[in-house]
Nanobody, 122 residues
Protein backbone atom coordinates (compact mmCIF):
# COMPACT_ATOMS: atom_id res chain seq x y z
CA UNK A 1 0.00 0.00 0.00
CA UNK A 2 1.35 3.39 -0.97
CA UNK A 3 0.29 6.79 0.29
CA UNK A 4 0.56 9.69 -2.15
CA UNK A 5 0.31 13.28 -0.96
CA UNK A 6 0.24 16.14 -3.47
CA UNK A 7 1.13 19.74 -2.78
CA UNK A 8 1.96 22.90 -4.67
CA UNK A 9 -1.36 23.78 -6.23
CA UNK A 10 -2.73 27.29 -6.19
CA UNK A 11 -3.98 30.29 -8.10
CA UNK A 12 -1.82 31.62 -10.93
CA UNK A 13 -2.22 34.03 -13.79
CA UNK A 14 -2.14 32.72 -17.35
CA UNK A 15 1.44 32.47 -18.56
CA UNK A 16 2.71 31.75 -15.08
CA UNK A 17 4.25 28.64 -13.57
CA UNK A 18 3.63 26.21 -10.74
CA UNK A 19 5.47 23.16 -9.50
CA UNK A 20 3.47 20.32 -8.03
CA UNK A 21 5.01 17.76 -5.72
CA UNK A 22 3.85 14.29 -4.75
CA UNK A 23 5.44 12.55 -1.79
CA UNK A 24 5.13 8.77 -1.67
CA UNK A 25 5.38 6.60 1.42
CA UNK A 26 4.55 3.10 2.51
CA UNK A 27 5.93 1.24 -0.51
CA UNK A 28 9.07 1.14 -2.55
CA UNK A 29 9.16 4.25 -4.69
CA UNK A 30 12.02 3.54 -7.03
CA UNK A 31 10.55 0.43 -8.64
CA UNK A 32 7.33 2.05 -9.83
CA UNK A 33 6.24 4.42 -12.55
CA UNK A 34 4.77 7.70 -11.36
CA UNK A 35 2.43 10.08 -13.07
CA UNK A 36 -0.06 12.90 -12.99
CA UNK A 37 -3.67 13.17 -14.05
CA UNK A 38 -6.11 16.05 -13.86
CA UNK A 39 -9.85 16.49 -13.72
CA UNK A 40 -11.72 19.67 -14.50
CA UNK A 41 -15.33 20.21 -13.37
CA UNK A 42 -17.75 18.26 -15.52
CA UNK A 43 -14.95 16.49 -17.40
CA UNK A 44 -13.33 13.07 -17.23
CA UNK A 45 -9.99 12.53 -15.59
CA UNK A 46 -7.20 13.20 -18.11
CA UNK A 47 -3.66 11.85 -18.29
CA UNK A 48 -1.05 14.61 -17.96
CA UNK A 49 2.38 13.06 -17.53
CA UNK A 50 4.22 9.88 -16.60
CA UNK A 51 7.78 8.88 -15.81
CA UNK A 52 9.11 5.35 -15.69
CA UNK A 53 10.84 3.85 -12.68
CA UNK A 54 14.35 4.73 -13.85
CA UNK A 55 13.43 8.23 -15.04
CA UNK A 56 14.77 7.32 -18.45
CA UNK A 57 11.46 7.92 -20.20
CA UNK A 58 8.69 10.46 -19.88
CA UNK A 59 5.28 10.67 -21.52
CA UNK A 60 2.96 13.61 -22.20
CA UNK A 61 -0.20 14.25 -24.18
CA UNK A 62 -0.02 16.91 -26.86
CA UNK A 63 -2.05 19.30 -24.72
CA UNK A 64 0.85 19.81 -22.27
CA UNK A 65 3.92 18.73 -24.25
CA UNK A 66 6.56 21.44 -24.21
CA UNK A 67 4.97 23.20 -21.23
CA UNK A 68 4.96 20.53 -18.48
CA UNK A 69 7.91 18.52 -17.23
CA UNK A 70 7.73 15.52 -14.93
CA UNK A 71 10.71 14.46 -12.82
CA UNK A 72 11.42 12.29 -9.81
CA UNK A 73 13.80 12.26 -6.88
CA UNK A 74 14.26 8.77 -5.46
CA UNK A 75 16.17 10.06 -2.45
CA UNK A 76 13.11 12.06 -1.43
CA UNK A 77 10.49 9.59 -2.74
CA UNK A 78 8.93 12.50 -4.57
CA UNK A 79 7.71 13.16 -8.08
CA UNK A 80 7.35 16.66 -9.46
CA UNK A 81 5.34 18.33 -12.19
CA UNK A 82 6.77 21.61 -13.39
CA UNK A 83 4.06 23.52 -15.25
CA UNK A 84 5.05 26.52 -17.35
CA UNK A 85 3.08 28.85 -19.59
CA UNK A 86 -0.12 27.86 -17.84
CA UNK A 87 -3.43 28.41 -19.56
CA UNK A 88 -6.97 28.77 -18.17
CA UNK A 89 -7.78 25.37 -19.66
CA UNK A 90 -5.18 23.82 -17.35
CA UNK A 91 -7.49 24.59 -14.42
CA UNK A 92 -8.29 21.30 -12.69
CA UNK A 93 -7.64 19.14 -9.69
CA UNK A 94 -4.30 17.43 -10.26
CA UNK A 95 -3.79 13.89 -8.98
CA UNK A 96 -0.63 11.93 -8.47
CA UNK A 97 -0.67 8.24 -9.38
CA UNK A 98 1.59 5.21 -9.13
CA UNK A 99 1.67 1.93 -11.02
CA UNK A 100 4.10 -0.82 -11.81
CA UNK A 101 4.80 0.44 -15.34
CA UNK A 102 4.13 3.63 -17.28
CA UNK A 103 1.84 1.68 -19.65
CA UNK A 104 -0.26 0.44 -16.75
CA UNK A 105 -0.26 3.89 -15.19
CA UNK A 106 -1.59 5.55 -18.32
CA UNK A 107 -4.30 2.91 -18.65
CA UNK A 108 -5.62 2.48 -15.13
CA UNK A 109 -3.50 3.30 -12.10
CA UNK A 110 -4.61 1.74 -8.83
CA UNK A 111 -2.95 4.17 -6.45
CA UNK A 112 -4.02 7.80 -6.26
CA UNK A 113 -3.39 10.84 -4.14
CA UNK A 114 -6.10 13.13 -2.83
CA UNK A 115 -5.49 15.86 -5.41
CA UNK A 116 -4.41 19.47 -5.41
CA UNK A 117 -6.31 22.33 -7.04
CA UNK A 118 -4.72 24.39 -9.80
CA UNK A 119 -6.60 27.47 -10.98
CA UNK A 120 -5.35 29.58 -13.87
CA UNK A 121 -7.00 32.94 -14.49
CA UNK A 122 -6.68 35.17 -17.52
Amino acid sequence: QVQLVESGGGLVQAGGSLRLSCAASGRTFSGYAMGWFRQAPGKEREFVAAINWSASRTYYPDSVKGRFTISRDSDKNTVYLQMNNLKPEDTAVYYCAQERTAVQLRAAPKSWGQGTQVTVYS
